[in-house]
């Protein structure tokens, strides 16, 4: 075999993903270029400054830091040079209508505390949801995290340790397996809300979340996500890839069953050997490879499965400073299973809501002016498809709504104080990021369409046509999206080099 050295590859999209998988490639020496739409790289995680404050779009949980510092360790590189992490402490202060707060965190001792609070009988279901948590994270994380599922054999091999781990059962049924409490059960099965899950449906594989945060922490980059991106593109540049900002891709160029290069809308085109896809899988399909049969008929099967949800986020900055408010809150509401119906299932705007509630001002105050605070409130909404409703006019109204709960909850004077305020609605996310139906998350991570079922890192058709993101395996979140661009690194390098 030879090495992939002056071979070429365009990356569609700056997100996390694609940024991993450009630096990935040119780690090898193919040499890599970017091409990203938006006038900053980040994709889901772009920033707006206002006002003198700093929004992250999100995420904003980093999990998992080894897989973002394997980036820098494969050209003997190290992330601190470029970057800051700073531990966050507690991971989630969770809190129910009735006023009891639960604080989630891996301090054994803390945490110990909090379950005794809430329900001393549920202390040894805990640790053997932890043990379970423990295997799950080896089967699905550990050995097939990063393995690309090209063919149904792959999945096949898979299929024992699923079986062996009920990974046909749902997160929260798992949990209440092992947990009577309800409210702990919540505490314990929230997290798939973070990669679109529904923990009523989302596979007990996700539990693996527990077992990922606890071992390996819940931090925040200094100056905020963005800061983690600008990481990666300097880092990526420092290789010598090509990062071209502000000029989306208007279609990916193929002859046969060979892609060539790709052409964006402002007229810039360019010969690849191999062109990866960071975009909404959806979009890469019918719009990127619409001129070509195999983007036709796969988009259409694509646009069939069933889509995440879409998030409603109001970003605003506060007068004063509020050390009493963690970093990170999720405030339940009244509904735990009957709040996720409304929004998966019924695709109906409710009348209450749960709020993930981000705070980073408490763990780095240089996210705002002295003296003030930066918050974002979200909630989890129906994708366009399930819920056509007029956000221009739909949106001022639920953002008040959630002001006024916050009000209530744990700021009074929240609206005399807020200095600056902006949302970001599902047209936003379908407009700005091309996300099929608005969806936050892009394929909805239930069994029947992970792994083989998910979109391939390598399409079955145009070989040199790939995946990376949410869309693929093995889907979205910070430690999902970098483990799909080290599984299509891995296909990308090999087939580059024969």
Known sequence: MTTPEGRTACVIGA???????????????????????????????YHWQKDGFTFDAGPTVVTDPDCLREL???????????????????????????????DYSNDEENLTKEILKLEPGDLAGYHEFLKYSEEVWKEGYLKLGTVPFLDFKSMIKAAPALAKNQAWRSVYSIVSKYIQNEKLRE???????????????????????????????????????????AGMVRHFERLGGTLRLGDEVASVETTGDRVTGVTTKAGWSGKFDAVASNADIVHSYKDLLGSNYRGKTYGKQLARKSFSPSLFVVHFGLEGTWPGIPHHMILFGPRYEGLLTDIYDRGVLPADFSIYLHHPT??????????????????????LGKMPVDWDTVGPQLEKRILDELGRRLIPDIHDRIVTKFSYSPLDFAVDL???????????????QSAWFRGHNRDDKISNFYLVGAGTHPGAGIPGVVGSAKATAGLMIDDLSQ
């Open 362 to 383: 408490v763990t780095d105050p240089s996210m705002a002016p002295d003296g003030k605070s930066t918050f974002y409130a979200l909630v989890p909404v129906s994708h």
């Open 72 to 102: 820098w360790a494969i050209t003997g590189h190290d992330m601190d040079e470029d970057l800051e992490l700073m531990p966050v402490m507690p991971f989630y202060r969770l809190n129910w209508p009735d006023g009891t707060n639960f």
């Open 15 to 45: 997100g996390f993903g694609g940024l991993a998988l450009a630096i990935r490639l040119q780690s090898a020496g193919i040499a890599t270029t970017v091409v990203e739409g938006r006038d900053k790289p980040g994709g889901r995680a």
């Open 434 to 448: 091309n996300a099929h139906l608005g969806s936050a998350f892009s394929l909805e991570p239930v069994l029947t």
């Open 187 to 229: 505490a314990l099965s929230f997290h798939t809300l973070l990669v679109g899950g529904n923990p009523m449906k989302t596979s007990s594989i996700y539990a693996l979340i527990h077992k990922l945060e606890k071992d390996g922490g819940v931090w925040w980059t200094r100056g905020g996500t963005n800061r983690l991106i």
